[in-house]
């Protein structure tokens, strides 16, 4: 074995020209299944990130309307969510947890000479969970802020920036339209978000909802809520439950989905899935593709060299070299060729990916580095196998199935 390998190599050597033009177009196939499906990779796994910064199972709802026949918005009934109708959500099987939100826009905030129009938002004391929200200094709110609808606040990083500069903002007093807060929290940043580009949660001050429905909106109605459903699957049966309960109490049809809408953060997933998996399929069979019409270039070349070498073929035959042993050798110089301009394509990929990760930065809302999928590495090893095996097969037989007498003839 050791004997056919070193022919193998002399062989490739004495061919280089033919065999490294002809290696060009597997080089390329490599390089297209390394570094467009990291591309791909990088990308889904990019937006993916970005979607379920605002929660990764958040679903929310909110009241609507119900139209009359005939009437028209004219006569549309406005449907309302309650403080107990979230409460009813979270005791259902398939939520986790679930939260009003409150929203009170622009509010002036002020702390110490400093004052910013911000936003604040109130939230129950498993707002964290369902949003997805971080706390890297202090705490978040507990339920006995929420029921005591304390002035207690957690503020974004940029929030507190704006605020308090570099001067630490755990422990200290803000004012909300006349009214003092105690900051309890710094949440950790975001950064630029594709869900809230206009609505940036690491600028937002956050509340207990109680307290903003007695100190702003007075009132115990809820524009919206969130919650997480235990799986992401349980998520759709969740929000036609919800539906049904509200129906019960309001009395309409919990079919009419316009009586109170929906976002279910898995629907944009799913199709964000579908359509990289449709690409990245599309970039691997082009791989693929460019791959096998290098292999027909390969086959090519070694039938020319198996024509230029029959009298070898011969001597070798005459001297006692078995078929096999010859067609071994043919096959070999094959997938020697195959492989190694693959693995060159793919290590170049590779070194592109990873100067492509070095330039990017990670926290980008709108462009991603790319991401080595360890699975393409088994895809490729499997496709450079076959390209040896299906380039290098005929020349083989061909050159394995000639017989001795007629190669020594042509000498």
């Known amino acids: ?32 299944l390394t570094f467009l499906s990291a591309n791909m990779m990088g990308f889904e796994a990019h937006f993916v990130r970005e979607f379920e910064e605002i929660g990764p199972r958040v679903v929310m709802m909110g009241r609507g309307t119900i139209l009359k026949s005939r009437t028209g918005e004219r006569g549309a009934r406005v449907v309302e969510v309650e403080n107990e109708d979230v409460q009813g959500t979270e005791r259902l099987a398939n ?16 702390a110490g000479r400093r004052s910013k129009l911000l936003r604040l938002t109130g939230l129950d004391a498993d707002g964290d969970l369902i949003r997805g929200i971080t706390v890297v200094e202090g ?34 007093s803000i004012i909300v339209d006349g009214l003092r807060f105690r900051v309890i929290g710094i949440t950790k940043e975001k950064g630029d978000q594709l869900m809230n580009s206009g609505d940036p949660e690491d600028l937002k001050v956050f509340i207990p909802y109680t307290t903003a ?50 976002f279910n953060i898995q629907e944009p997933l799913n ?17 693929l593709v460019t791959l096998f019409v290098g292999a027909v270039g390969v086959m090519n070349i070694m039938l020319v060299v198996v024509g230029e070498r029959t009298q070898e073929i011969g001597v070798r035959k005459a ?35 990873r100067g492509i990760e070095f330039v990017l930065p990670e926290d980008a ?17 499997a496709a450079l196998v076959g390209v040896g095996v299906v380039s290098g097969l005929i020349p083989a037989i061909r050159a394995a199935r000639t017989a001795p007498a007629e190669a020594l003839r042509a000498m």
Not at 4 to 32: D, N
Not at 146 to 153: G, I, K, L, S, W
């Open 271 to 287: 199709m964000l899935r579908v359509i990289f998996g449709g690409i990245r399929v599309f970039m691997i069979s082009a791989g």
């Open 1 to 32: 074995m050791r004997d056919i390998f070193i022919e193998t190599l002399r062989s490739i050597v004495a061919h280089r020209v033919r065999f490294g033009l002809t290696a060009l177009g597997i080089a390329w196939g490599g390089f297209m």
């Open 365 to 381: 809302a709108f462009v991603s580095p790319p991401l080595l999928d360890p699975a393409m590495a088994v895809v490729l090893t």
């Open 319 to 353: 001297i006692g070299a078995r078929s096999r042993d010859v067609f071994v050798q043919f096959l070999m110089e094959a997938a020697l060729v195959a492989l190694a301009s693959g693995v060159a394509g793919a290590g170049l990929g590779m070194l592109l990916v």
């Open 213 to 262: 429905q007695r100190w702003f909106t007075q009132t115990d109605d809820v524009d919206e809520f969130a919650f997480a459903p235990v799986t992401k699957e349980a998520s759709w049966d969740a929000i036609r439950q919800i539906r049904e309960l509200t129906a019960l109490r309001e009395g309409y049809d919990p079919a009419i989905e316009s009586a109170m809408w929906a």
């Open 95 to 110: 939520v986790e947890a679930a939260s009003p939100e409150v929203h009170v826009w622009s509010m002036p905030v002020r």
């Open 139 to 172: 705490r978040f709110l507990s339920p006995l802020d929420v029921e005591r609808a304390a002035r207690v606040a957690v503020i974004g990083p940029r929030a507190a920036d704006r605020l308090f500069g570099r001067k630490r903002a755990l422990g200290e």
